[in-house]
Every structure is written in structure tokens, then in C-alpha cells.
């Protein structure tokens, strides 16, 4: 009965003491990790962001070359009129 007891205890007591040295390896995990995730992240949305450039750039050159088309429309009706300044 005391070899179990004491057998016991000294199992538990290495496991204890090597989960408490275990903490810096797993904090080094787990900023390993958080690293990876992050990169991720960053790169996600990174491609989100630059979609999101092209939507925008396609839709103001679309606006502007309609104003522009218009504009020149405007001045094949009217050659050689001056532009009314804006108030």
C-alpha cells in the first residue's frame, strides 16, 4: 500500500512539475499562432482592400467619362461658348 502511495505521489508530482515548465513553451506556441492567424488576417484583408480600390477607381472613371462625354456634347452644340462660372 505505501509503494502504491508513494508511487502515486511521485507520478503526480513529475507531472506537476513538468506542466508548470511547460508554460513558456506554450506561451511561444501560442504566439506562434497568433503570428500565422495574423498573417492571415493581414492578408485577407489586404485582397479586400485592393478589390475594393478597383471597384471604386472603375466607378469614379465611369462617372467622369460620362461628365466628360457630356461636357464635349455640350460644346459640339454650342462651339465656342464660354463656361458660366459656378456661384
Given at each position: 500500500?505505501?509503494?502504491?502511495f508513494?508511487?502515486?505521489?511521485?507520478?503526480?508530482?513529475?507531472?506537476?512539475?513538468t506542466?508548470?515548465n511547460?508554460?513558456?513553451?506554450?506561451?511561444?506556441?501560442?504566439?506562434?499562432?497568433?503570428?500565422?492567424?495574423?498573417?492571415?488576417v493581414?492578408?485577407?484583408?489586404?485582397a479586400?482592400?485592393?478589390?475594393?480600390?478597383?471597384?471604386?477607381?472603375?466607378t469614379?472613371?465611369?462617372?467622369?467619362?460620362?461628365?466628360?462625354?457630356?461636357f464635349?456634347?455640350?460644346?459640339?452644340?454650342?462651339?465656342?461658348?464660354?463656361?458660366?462660372?459656378k456661384?
Amino acid at each position: 500500500m505505501k509503494k502504491i502511495f508513494f508511487v502515486m505521489t511521485t507520478g503526480l508530482a513529475a507531472i506537476a512539475f513538468t506542466s508548470c515548465n511547460n508554460g513558456q513553451e506554450v506561451q511561444k506556441q501560442k504566439d506562434d499562432e497568433n503570428a500565422k492567424i495574423q498573417s492571415m488576417v493581414d492578408e485577407k484583408l489586404n485582397a479586400l482592400q485592393a478589390d475594393a480600390d478597383k471597384a471604386c477607381d472603375s466607378t469614379v472613371t465611369a462617372m467622369a467619362t460620362v461628365k466628360y462625354n457630356d461636357f464635349l456634347a455640350d460644346q459640339k452644340k454650342h462651339p465656342g461658348a464660354k463656361p458660366k462660372p459656378k456661384p
